[in-house]
């Protein structure tokens, strides 16, 4: 009888403060699914290589129905799938793009199909690019689901509100972050444990609009645990960021950034 009351209280005072929100009507497995749908389709023979159009037809009004039903919840007047739909061949272009570099910039892969069907950092990539279209078609909450399912599967943070150009090349790619207002630039390359991040968030929702995060200019490598970070922070093309480095100001073009080396000893153990 104590057990009852007792629970009876403690479920009182959790559930009496129930708000009415409208991401409450959302399916996010619906959402997720859609991403899936549309990977499907950018990548058809990958994942289907003895489908054929009617197999194709299918999963895309599959898409349809779920972009429908996630748009409407968002918006009073959301875009129509036919706006979303008409952007793929683009972000076809895209995503191959970033295969190429992937496939390229990895001696240990085997074929640009190994990189499609098992590349952590390009599930995180094909997650961002399909995130970002809805993002900028003002679906943000899908977009944002959609994201953090990636990140979730990956390790590899990155909003779906920031820019990205052609030929973006993720390696390994564990504990990668990437903020909503960063700009990236074409062929650039992380490694695993990249931060391009703000400075500070002390004063919380002021900063909201304001370009927080850095500009990664076009072919610029960053290597594993290095932190870049400041709306103002500008990485000249053509540069180079060493591992573990911690940036907070500006480099030009075709800078080398690296730590100077430590103290380390190296000595011969007993035997």
């Given at each position: 009888?104590e057990?009852?009351e007792?629970?009876?209280r403690?479920l009182d005072?959790?559930l009496?403060?129930?708000?009415?929100c409208?991401l409450?009507?959302?399916?996010?497995?619906g959402?997720?699914?859609?991403?899936?749908d549309?990977?499907e389709l950018?990548f058809f023979?990958?994942?289907?290589?003895?489908?054929?159009?009617?197999?194709a037809w299918r999963i895309?009004?599959?898409a349809?129905?779920?972009?429908?039903?996630f748009a409407q919840k968002?918006?009073q007047?959301?875009?129509s799938?036919?706006?979303?739909?008409?952007?793929?061949?683009?972000?076809?272009?895209l995503?191959d793009?970033d295969?190429?570099?992937?496939?390229e910039g990895d001696?240990a892969?085997r074929?640009c199909?190994?990189?499609?069907?098992a590349y952590?950092?390009?599930i995180?990539?094909s997650?961002?690019r399909?995130a970002?279209l809805?993002?900028t078609?003002?679906?943000?909450?899908?977009a944002?689901v959609?994201?953090?399912?990636a990140?979730?599967?990956t390790g590899?943070d990155?909003?779906?509100?920031?820019?990205i150009?052609?030929s973006f090349f993720?390696?390994h790619?564990?504990?990668?972050v990437i903020?909503?207002?960063?700009?990236?630039?074409?062929g650039?390359?992380?490694y695993?444990?990249v931060t391009l991040g703000g400075i500070?968030?002390k004063?919380g929702?002021?900063?909201?609009g304001?370009?927080?995060?850095?500009?990664?200019?076009d072919?610029?490598?960053?290597?594993?645990?290095?932190?870049?970070?400041?709306?103002?922070?500008?990485?000249?093309?053509?540069s180079?960021?060493g591992?573990?480095?911690?940036l907070?100001?500006?480099?030009p073009p075709?800078?080398l950034v690296r730590?100077?080396s430590?103290?380390?000893?190296?000595?011969e153990?007993k035997?």
């Amino acid at each position: 009888m104590e057990n009852k009351e007792l629970e009876e209280r403690v479920l009182d005072e959790l559930l009496k403060e129930k708000e009415d929100c409208p991401l409450q009507a959302y399916s996010r497995d619906g959402i997720r699914e859609f991403y899936e749908d549309i990977r499907e389709l950018l990548f058809f023979n990958a994942y289907h290589p003895k489908g054929d159009m009617e197999d194709a037809w299918r999963i895309s009004e599959r898409a349809k129905e779920r972009f429908t039903s996630f748009a409407q919840k968002e918006m009073q007047n959301p875009p129509s799938f036919t706006a979303f739909y008409e952007e793929l061949p683009k972000l076809k272009r895209l995503l191959d793009s970033d295969v190429v570099s992937i496939y390229e910039g990895d001696p240990a892969c085997r074929s640009c199909m190994e990189v499609i069907l098992a590349y952590p950092g390009f599930i995180a990539i094909s997650a961002y690019r399909i995130a970002h279209l809805l993002f900028t078609m003002g679906l943000s909450f899908p977009a944002r689901v959609i994201s953090e399912y990636a990140h979730s599967r990956t390790g590899i943070d990155i909003h779906p509100g920031a820019s990205i150009g052609p030929s973006f090349f993720i390696d390994h790619g564990t504990g990668i972050v990437i903020g909503e207002t960063t700009i990236i630039g074409e062929g650039v390359k992380l490694y695993q444990g990249v931060t391009l991040g703000g400075i500070s968030l002390k004063e919380g929702r002021a900063l909201c609009g304001v370009k927080r995060h850095p500009t990664i200019e076009d072919r610029v490598t960053i290597y594993a645990g290095a932190s870049i970070l400041g709306g103002n922070t500008v990485i000249g093309h053509d540069s180079v960021i060493g591992s573990n480095v911690f940036l907070l100001e500006s480099v030009p073009p075709f800078s080398l950034v690296r730590m100077k080396s430590g103290d380390l000893e190296v000595k011969e153990r007993k035997k």
